[in-house]
């Protein structure tokens, strides 16, 4: 009687166990979530610039003005979406943000200028200035961010 209490309390247990593990959500921590969307919201400004940059759309003086606005909003909020060293398993944050958090905010501010430095009355003027800000997003990417 009492071994097969035994099993059974096992099995019921593995199973639980198995069942909670396979059916548990994916968890994610809020504030890199925040930070990740933040980065959403730079990539889309910066994306329409560079479509229009590249001819893939029509180039828009306010529309361009108005992803040159986001952009830069987005930017300058950068340095506080990481005063904290929060992580989760799908972030691609590297420790050494919060080793050299004085290094990182620059890099932020680098990103900052490059953003305002951009141009965008004119198509010739955004192609010229628009390459400053790209490579100022790859720097960050390449000394704080986990490469995929
Ligand atoms: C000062 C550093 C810094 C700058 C500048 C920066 N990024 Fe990031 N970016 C990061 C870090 C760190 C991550 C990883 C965040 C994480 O996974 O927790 C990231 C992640 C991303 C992601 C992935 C977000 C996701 O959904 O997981 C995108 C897209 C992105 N950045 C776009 C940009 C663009 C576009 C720019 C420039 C306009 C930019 N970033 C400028 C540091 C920076």
Known sequence: MKLPLAVALGVLLGFGILTSHAQEP??????????????QEAKAALGLLSNMSGHSLRFDKKAARRAKRQLSSTLRRIPRHF??????DHSRALPRIW???????????????????????????LRRSL???VS?????????????
């Open 26 to 39: 994916v968890v994610r921590d809020a504030a890199v979530l925040a930070r990740q969307s933040l980065m």
């Open 83 to 88: 005063d904290a060293p929060h992580m989760d």
């Open 99 to 125: 080793q050299d958090k004085a290094g990182f905010d620059a890099a932020a501010a680098r990103a900052r200028r490059a953003a305002r430095a951009i141009e965008p009355r004119s198509l010739p003027a």
């Open 131 to 133: 390459p400053q800000a």
């Open 136 to 148: 100022a997003c790859l720097a960050c990417h390449r000394s704080y961010r986990r490469p995929p």
